[in-house]
């Protein structure tokens, strides 16, 4: 009996280690639809105000599209909002086209580069190909629309807060906004999945956490207590992490619905901006 019941429990184990082994396999083969969940096509929506659909040049003749929308008619003498959407998004997402209206609302230029992967391009996203992607479109504003990093405001949300990190801690830029933004990928999957080692597995780390630190321009941090995505705690920890000047705004709304909901998402850029001469 002794014997049979040794057998039995070695078995059990065994079985707990393949499909656990499985378990751990499965999660590295799906990361990136985890991670991205990059939508294949653009979207139906467009932005109600007038705006540019503009072919990126590449060094690597890989197609890359941007929309860029001017703020009124002295628009070149206006600051630029670099925008960086995040996952399960393309630039046509509705809420990614709600910050656009209200930042041309507030007198800024918008200009939004799509991800590799995303929206019907050619390409697997992945950290490395997204922080690519960010750095073509801001050579592209820099060289091509001729505005200087005084006038450059790098904007991240969510997965594209940590695009817009490492972006800003490679280029000279005016200020960085970070809306939900986590300190670590593999701290918010290690979340997800307590009983997996995430860390040992996870190809796109995405660790803006080591990377905000050689970020030198003023940083402004949105995050809503209620982020269901994105814990409340990892942007804290992002923004302990980070060299002043930096300023955190708790608002309201959750992860998607915060620049919609909370009255004073849209103001708290604006007075942040507005201390640093970046609007009147």
């Known amino acids: 009996m002794g014997r049979l019941l040794r057998r039995v429990l070695l078995a059990i184990g065994m079985g707990c280690i393949v499909l656990y082994c499985a378990a751990v396999a499965w999660l590295m083969w799906h ?15 467009r932005p109600a105000a007038p705006f540019e659909q503009i072919e990126l040049p590449r060094d690597d003749q890989a197609r890359q599209f941007a929309w860029a929308m001017r703020s009124r008619a002295d628009g070149d003498t206006r600051p630029w909002i670099l925008y960086l959407h995040g996952n399960s998004s393309t630039i046509a997402h509705r809420m990614n086209i709600v910050h656009y209206e209200h930042f041309r609302a507030l007198g800024l230029n918008m200009f939004a580069p799509e991800y590799r992967g995303f929206a019907g391009l050619d390409g697997v996203p992945t950290e490395r190909s997204l922080d690519v992607d960010a750095r073509v479109a801001y050579d592209y504003v820099r060289s091509t629309l001729h505005v200087p990093p005084e006038r450059v405001i790098i904007y991240g949300w969510s997965l594209g807060s940590a695009v817009a990190v490492d972006l800003a801690s490679h280029v000279d830029e005016s200020a960085l906004i970070l809306e939900g933004a986590p300190a670590s990928l593999v701290a918010v999957g290690q979340r997800l999945y307590p009983f997996m080692p995430i860390g040992l597995v996870m190809r796109n780390p995405f660790e803006s956490i080591t990377k905000i630190r050689d970020v030198d321009s003023p940083v402004l941090f949105l995050h809503s207590r209620e982020d269901e995505v994105i814990p409340f705690e990892e942007g804290r920890r992002l923004y302990d992490a980070a060299q002043p000047p930096k300023t955190f705004v708790e608002v309201r709304g959750g ?26």
Do not use: K, M, N
């Open 31 to 45: 990361e990136s639809a985890i991670v991205f969940a990059a939508p294949r096509e653009l979207g139906a929506r």
């Open 255 to 280: 992860h998607v619905y915060a620049s919609e909901r909370d009255p004073q998402f849209f103001p708290a850029i604006r007075e942040f901006l507005s201390t640093r001469h970046l609007l009147p």
